[in-house]
């Protein structure tokens, strides 16, 4: 049976490169329906019942951009076997917004590190073995550019789809924003489990084009109310802030700078 992965990730974070790398001449390019954003789809070099959707670079999965809204749609209306999730290393803290919100998907996520030739020579060190453990996911470091790496994370990728298992969310925000959560997710009524946080957390920050994607959508507004009594905030920047916290545990945890002076002949 035909497996599908789709490759997601930030403009600019080498997901064009990679995706040549995996696919050659296999590809197939037309737009989205009903809009100009181009949609690329390739099969897997080698592996013949493996087909690759090329999404759009976004650095978010809010409804702002025809480019994101494209991208949601397609993780949640067809909801691929697994996302591989190209994360630029050298700019790794911003990626990491857009990758925590692709695992609340329930979708299997596999994390590539990419410009790993580039993080390597600043000095710079990403243990992606805690990386791994903090996100729930397995990580694998990549140059998209110099091909290394590429094969492994496609294999784990065309294993972790066909193993067909749901994801589990390793995440958590503060006990306060999850426990407002865990109360959404409780009204969501017809939607298998592993799918539920990423719809609350979407409906908690008001996002009105998700309920177009619901067929039931439970009235929230007691919770939204909760949640910006609690944080005397709106509840999208109150999610927007849970989240930058959440990545800044990991980088603190998993990247080590490097605060090497460089040498200077002055
Ligand atoms: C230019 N390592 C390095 N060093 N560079 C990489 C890697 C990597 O692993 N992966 C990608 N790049 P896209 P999106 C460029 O085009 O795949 C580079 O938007 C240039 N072009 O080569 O397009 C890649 O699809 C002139 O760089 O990303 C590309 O996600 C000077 O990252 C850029 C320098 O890759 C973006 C770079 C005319």
Redesign the pocket.
Known sequence: MAVKIALA????????????ALTGSNQFVGNWPGVTVEKKEGKLKGHKDVVIMDLP?IYSLSPYTLEEVVARNYLIAERPDAILN?VDGTNIERNLYLSTQLMELGIPVIMAV?????VEKSGEKIHTDKLSKKLGCEVVE?????GTGIKEAAEKAVKLAESRKAAVVAHEFSKEAEDIIAEVEGKIKGMPEEQKRFFAIKLLEKDDKINEMMTNVPDVSAEIKEMEDKFDDDTESVITNERYVYISSIIGDCVTKNTKEKLTTS
């Open positions: 990730g930030n403009p600019n974070c080498g997901k064009t490169t990679l995706f040549n670079g190209i990419n410009m790993m030739d580039v990549i140059s998209a550019l110099k």
